[in-house]
Nanobody, 115 residues
Framework: QVQLVESGGGLVQPGGSLNLACVAT????????MGWYRQAVGQEREPVAVVPPNGRRNYAPIAQGRFTVSVDDAKNTAHLQMNSLKPEDTAVYFC?????????WGQGTQVTVSS
């Protein structure tokens, strides 16, 4: 089993920045994909940024140019640096780890962008 714990969410003004962190513990597999998804109220969960085992970062269009994802395999951590935040970025952000058919989710961290 793998446990994921996110942190770093909060309230930020439009144009501001946040850095989300995710720590994975437990029986961590090798060569996993790790990344971030988000879910706004009344909407489906959507991908934000994912790093597959090959290390190539994949960004959703909503994250291109504003967000940066990083994964530290040695520490089993992931970060999502979010800049130029907009009100439409308001959502619960979830950390995700995927290995084969195994998929793990964190409990989520709320990000609210509002003036």
């Amino acid at each position: 089993q793998v446990q994921l714990v996110e942190s770093g969410g909060g309230l930020v003004q439009p144009g501001g920045s946040l850095n989300l962190a995710c720590v994975a513990t437990g029986s961590i597999p090798r060569h996993y994909a790790m990344g971030w998804y988000r879910q706004a109220v009344g909407q489906e969960r959507e991908p934000v940024a994912v790093v597959p085992p090959n290390g190539r970062r994949n960004y959703a269009p909503i994250a291109q140019g504003r967000f940066t994802v990083s994964v530290d395999d040695a520490k089993n951590t992931a970060h999502l640096q979010m800049n130029s935040l907009k009100p439409e970025d308001t959502a619960v952000y979830f950390c995700n780890l995927r290995w084969g058919n195994e998929v793990y989710w964190g409990q989520g961290t709320q990000v609210t962008v509002s003036s």
